[in-house]
C-alpha cells in the first residue's frame, strides 16, 4: 500500500502529456505545411516563417511564438492563452473567436487582422498595431494597450473595461457601444465614433477628443470631461460642454 502511494505522488510530480506539444505536429510546422486543430502547447517557435498557413482550432496555449510571421494565417477558434507573440507579425490575420486571454502581445502588428469574438482579457498589447483591425465583440477586459496604435479599429459592442489605454492612438476607430467603464484613457487620442458607448468611471486626464462623437454615450461625467479637452466638432450628450485643446506647437 505504501508503494501504491509513493507511486502516486511521484506521477503527480510530472506535467500531463497534453500540457506539451506533439512532436509530429512540430514537424509538420518545420515541414512548412499548416496544421489545423494540431497540439503545439508550449512549442518553442520563435521567428518562425508562419505566413499565410491554416492553424484553425491550433492549440499554441504558452507557446514562444516571439518575432514569428504570422501574417495572413488563419487561426479562427485556436487558443494561444498565455503564449508569448510579442513583436510577431500577424497583419490580415485570421483570429476570430481565437483565445489570447494573458498573452503576450507587446509590439505584435495586427495590422488590419480579423479579432471579432477573440477573447484577449489581459492581454499585454503595449506598443501593439492594431490599425484597421476588427474586434468587435471582442473581450479586452483588463487588456494593457498603452501607447497602441488602434487608429481605424472596430470595437463595436467590445468590453474594454478596466483596460489600460494610456497614450494609446484611436484616430477613426469605431467604438459604438462599446465599455469602456473603468478603463484608463489618459493621455490618448480619441478621436473615434463612440454612440452609446460607456464611460463610467474612466479616466480622461489629458484625453483628446476633437472631433469625437459621443452622442448617446453613457456614464460621461462634466466632471471626466473637464479633465479632457475638444474642440466645436465634439458631438456630447446634452448638457456637457468640453474646452479647446490647445494648439500643438511645431
Known amino acids: 500500500m505504501r508503494f501504491f502511494w509513493v507511486l502516486i505522488a511521484g506521477l503527480a510530480c510530472f506535467p500531463a502529456a497534453a500540457d506539451a506539444f506533439d512532436p509530429a505536429d512540430l514537424a509538420r510546422l518545420q515541414a512548412g505545411e ?12 520563435t521567428g518562425m516563417e508562419l505566413a499565410g498557413r491554416e492553424f484553425a482550432g491550433a492549440d499554441f496555449s504558452r507557446a514562444d511564438l516571439s518575432d514569428a510571421d504570422l501574417s495572413g494565417a488563419r487561426l479562427a477558434i485556436s487558443n494561444l492563452s498565455k503564449a508569448d507573440l510579442s513583436g510577431a507579425d500577424l497583419s ?3 483570429l476570430s473567436d481565437a483565445n489570447l486571454a494573458g498573452a503576450g502581445l507587446e509590439r505584435a502588428n495586427f495590422l488590419r487582422a480579423r479579432l471579432n469574438r477573440a477573447d484577449l482579457a489581459g492581454a499585454r498589447l503595449n506598443r501593439a498595431v492594431l490599425r484597421g483591425a476588427s474586434l468587435s465583440y471582442a473581450s479586452l477586459a483588463g487588456a494593457f494597450l498603452a501607447g497602441a496604435d488602434l487608429g481605424n479599429a472596430v470595437f463595436a459592442d467590445a468590453n474594454l473595461s478596466r483596460a489600460d489605454l494610456s497614450g494609446a492612438d484611436l484616430t477613426g476607430a469605431q467604438l459604438i ?46 466632471a471626466q470631461l473637464d479633465r479632457a479637452c475638444g474642440d466645436g466638432k465634439t458631438k456630447l450628450p446634452e448638457g456637457l460642454t468640453i474646452r479647446p485643446c490647445l494648439a500643438r506647437q511645431d
Open 34 to 45: 499548416g496544421c489545423a486543430g494540431c497540439n503545439l502547447s508550449a512549442a518553442r517557435l
Open 92 to 94: 490580415w490575420a485570421d
Open 177 to 222: 457601444g462599446t465599455d469602456l467603464s473603468r478603463s484608463d484613457l489618459s493621455g490618448a487620442t480619441l478621436r473615434a465614433f463612440m454612440p452609446r458607448a460607456n464611460f463610467t468611471g474612466a479616466n480622461l486626464t489629458g484625453t483628446d477628443l476633437t472631433d469625437a462623437f459621443l452622442t448617446g454615450a453613457r456614464g460621461l461625467t462634466q
